[in-house]
């Protein structure tokens, strides 16, 4: 059985999700295992916060987990090389290199090492257990995948998936194999907050009929977003999930101008007090690019391993010195004289490849002491965020979107997706900032008319 439930930004889904899990723990018999599952390690907190408030611990029968990490330690670690003949004992999750070929090649030195990179973990879970996959051509490879799925029946009892709009295609059929053959599945998300794969839920609600499916009532209550926010929010919303506040709070809009005297201080005022400030993505004076964690080739880990060998010291630790080392130098040096003193510290030349994928990654690593004015976060990186007053710094495209301004066959599509979430973080005030040097085509006069309309006014100083 697979119940689905749709409940917009501020609704309490972790909360309802925790309390799911605290209700069924507490009259299930059974002796297998319950799985909580979310997207990122924040809400995995969360979860694991609301359960101990609610019953004092945490159950020795209730796991609770990123997706990737139930994945990998349920389907792909145990079950790849009886499926597909790949083993794979550990995963990474650094940067990859935005060349296509130094990407691929990254991933099948990864693979021969038995490691797998968290992007390809959805689309591989997917293959391990599904029998109508390519890879299954014959009925003794679709017996194997039947017996895998039977020992995961046996083993599992339910799953519950908070945020389930953040799962792509792969990871939402795994699901459904699991929901088709035993496991109850529980999955609770938002398809307006779907920023990664806009379209991958709502085409999952799509074909979700039948006895094995129910699709709950909409939550459209929310505890958070206050209705002077909701008035911009829900013009986004299709009519069946327009949102109304359960707490009384009306809240505030208000918008600034950059133009402003007082601009840098407003921001800089909501900064110092760690509220939430975000973009679409960096672009002008405003940068969204966090620090990288830096990493190296794998054939260099396997020289520097040596060297730490023949110098009687701890491999781990004289790596991660030498990150350390390449970090400092980063700032007052280039790339290539950077890479210059590795090979000397080596003792031996890097390989082209080598070379080719650390410089890329050492000047995307520089990038964000460049020329930036403001230092704030993307909206990606802020949704599942909220804070008391939020800083939204308008440009083109999200000015487009946010009035509509776009042709139908746009509507709901990744960028629709980041407006919502965009005016959704707030739990009492909204300030929308216009910086006339992000737009191409739309005047000041254009958007002050339009906020004026909807009864939004200046704000002048904080």
Not at 48 to 67: A, F, L, S
Not at 146 to 171: L, N, P, R, T, Y
Not at 429 to 447: G, H, K, N, Q
Request: proline share 2%; charged share 20%; hydrophobic share 35%.
């Amino acid at each position: 059985m697979i119940e689905i439930q749709i409940a917009g930004a501020g609704a309490g889904k972790t909360y309802d999700l925790s309390k799911r899990v605290i209700q069924f723990h507490q009259a299930n018999t059974s002796h297998k295992i319950i799985y909580a599952v979310t997207y990122t390690n924040a809400a995995r907190k969360k979860i694991k916060e609301e359960i101990v408030k609610g019953i004092g611990y945490i159950p020795d029968q209730v796991r609770i987990e990123t997706i990737h990490s139930f994945f990998l330690n349920e389907i792909i670690y145990p079950y790849s090389h009886f499926s597909v003949s790949e083993v794979y004992n550990n995963a990474v999750s650094h940067g990859m290199p935005s060349d296509y070929v130094l990407k691929n090649i990254k991933i099948n030195l990864l693979k021969q090492r038995n490691i797998i990179h968290n992007e390809s973990v959805f689309k591989k879970a997917m293959i391990v257990i599904d029998r109508t996959n390519g890879k299954h051509t014959n009925k003794a490879k679709r017996a194997k995948v039947d017996f895998i799925v039977s020992h995961i029946v046996a083993k599992i009892s339910h799953v519950f998936i908070d945020e389930a709009q953040d799962m792509d295609g792969d990871a939402l059929r795994v699901f459904q194999i699991l929901g088709d053959n035993g496991i109850d599945i529980y999955m609770i998300g938002d398809p307006k907050q779907a920023i990664k794969y806009p379209s991958a839920f709502r085409n999952f609600l799509k074909q979700a009929t039948g006895d094995n499916y129910t699709i709950l009532p909409n939550n459209n209550i929310t505890k958070r977003v206050p209705s002077e926010i909701l008035k911009l929010s829900n013009a986004l919303c299709m009519a069946e999930e327009k949102q109304s506040n359960n707490n009384g709070k009306s809240g505030k809009v208000v918008y600034i101008k950059s133009s402003n005297s007082n601009y840098d201080a407003i921001i800089g005022y909501y900064k110092a007090q760690q509220q939430l400030i975000y973009i679409e993505e960096k672009e002008g004076c405003y940068n969204t690019h966090s620090s990288r964690n830096l990493y190296l080739p794998l054939s260099l880990q396997d020289k520097l391993s040596i060297l730490a060998l023949e110098r009687d010291l701890d491999s781990r630790l004289f790596i991660n010195s030498i990150i350390s080392e390449i970090t400092e130098r980063l700032k007052n040096s280039s790339s290539a004289q950077v890479l210059g003193w590795l090979a000397k510290f080596c003792g031996t030349r890097l390989e082209k490849q080598e070379y080719a994928e650390l410089i890329q990654h050492l000047d995307m690593a520089k990038m964000p002491s460049k020329g930036y004015k403001y230092f704030i976060s993307s909206i990606d990186a802020v949704k599942g965020l909220e804070s008391d007053v939020c800083i939204f710094i308008l440009n083109q495209t999200m000015y487009d979107y946010m009035t509509q301004n776009v042709p139908k066959t746009n509507y709901h599509n990744k960028n629709w997706n980041k407006v919502y979430v965009a005016l959704t973080r707030s739990c009492n005030a909204l300030i929308i900032a216009i910086d006339m040097e992000l737009f191409s085509r739309t005047s000041v006069t254009e958007i002050e008319s339009y906020f004026k309309g909807l009864g939004i006014s200046e704000m002048l100083s904080v």
